[in-house]
């Protein structure tokens, strides 16, 4: 089955890795010295996080690229095994170019996705699509040869003012151009991944450290506010550890991260459990496990229309369910 292509525009940059000089990068760059894309080649967690500034700040209609089974798009939906492909112009009046690529993202219908700033950890920078950073493609500048016509200039049916362009076969234009882009980003797979390379493999001794160091720090942080705390994370009851203290008992379900980004999910066991006890169920976050001990205590909320988030000090998380749920920072 044919990949759907999504094209976007973004600004010029070296490497993509973090605040550096930027050319045409739009007013929120001018204003505020950076921008979600200049993270779109960094990888965290050994994943990409991928940024466009979308018109009126919509985010992606997927229902222009594929048809959802069961119905209508909803707001946060998610759609696997999109191919995007980034360009942008070195200067006015340069061409519009392939910079990098994402092979098989995954995107996300009318809604941004929010992550710490990787260089200050102050305000959350959005991003609208995520890969594996071993199918994150990154040209060299000297490499970006790849021209993207521009509608205004060269036709109708080519990308136009807006940063997103979604490919198709409306027009005799947009369907050659679809068809060539798509053999072209398929052709970088062949290049070397975006990333220094070093991140350590997903291998059960790193699991396991990363779930140990999480789970001390849980234990540590809740002993610090005076709860005597019980491993049962062996017993298959839904949740690691019990918290108890003056009579009053607590669930801890740990969740530890390699990196910042909010991406673990809740078993069905857990998302069961956590429904049946949200007044007592606490989901702790430990971000970058390995590096620090902060952990953050997510409380669960029932929302009125049925679904379920977690909200901890600044921080907003949307559960996706499924057969059980999938979480990812929203504010």
Not at 77 to 89: H, I, M, Q, T, Y
Not at 188 to 206: I, N, T
Not at 255 to 264: A, C, D, I, M, P
Request: charged share 25%; proline share 6%; hydrophobic share 40%.
């Amino acid at each position: 089955m044919t990949a759907p292509l999504l094209l976007f525009r973004v600004g010029w940059m070296d490497a993509y890795d973090g605040p550096a000089p930027i050319v045409g990068g739009g007013s929120h760059v001018v204003e505020n010295g950076t921008g979600g894309e200049m993270w779109n080649f960094a990888p965290v967690g050994g994943r990409c996080f991928g940024y466009v500034m979308s018109r009126y700040f919509a985010g992606l209609d997927l229902g222009r690229i594929a048809a959802r089974e069961g119905g209508d798009w909803e707001e946060g939906d998610e759609l696997p095994g999109v191919d995007v492909g980034f360009f942008a112009r070195s200067g006015p009046g340069a061409p519009q170019v392939i910079v990098g690529c994402y092979l098989g993202a995954t995107v996300f219908h009318r809604a941004y996705r929010r992550r710490p700033d990787p260089a200050s950890g102050g305000d959350p920078i959005e991003y609208l699509c995520e890969v594996d950073e071993d199918d994150a493609f990154l040209l060299a500048p000297a490499e970006r040869h790849w021209t993207v016509p521009y509608a205004p200039v060269d036709g109708r049916g080519y990308p136009g003012q807006s940063n997103v362009w979604y490919g198709g076969d409306a027009t005799p234009a947009a369907a050659a151009l679809t068809a060539k882009a798509r053999t072209y980003l398929g052709s970088l797979r062949g290049r070397r991944p975006a990333g220094p390379g070093g991140r350590m493999p997903p291998d059960q001794d790193l699991i396991r450290a990363i779930e140990d160091r999480s789970m001390k720090a849980v234990r540590r942080h809740f002993r610090s506010l005076g709860y005597e705390v019980r491993f049962v994370h062996r017993d298959n009851v839904g949740w690691d550890m019990t918290a108890t203290r003056e009579g009053e008992e607590l669930q801890l379900e740990v969740k530890g991260h390699l990196g910042e980004v909010v991406h673990f999910e809740l078993s069905p066991n857990e998302y069961a459990t956590m429904r049946a006890r949200a007044a007592t169920y606490r989901v702790c976050l430990v971000r970058n496990a390995l590096a620090r001990d902060e952990v953050e205590v997510l409380v669960p909320i029932h929302e009125g229309n049925g679904a379920w988030r977690l909200r901890g000090d600044g921080v907003l998380i949307e559960l996706a369910e499924r057969v059980g749920a999938k979480a990812s920072q929203v504010a």
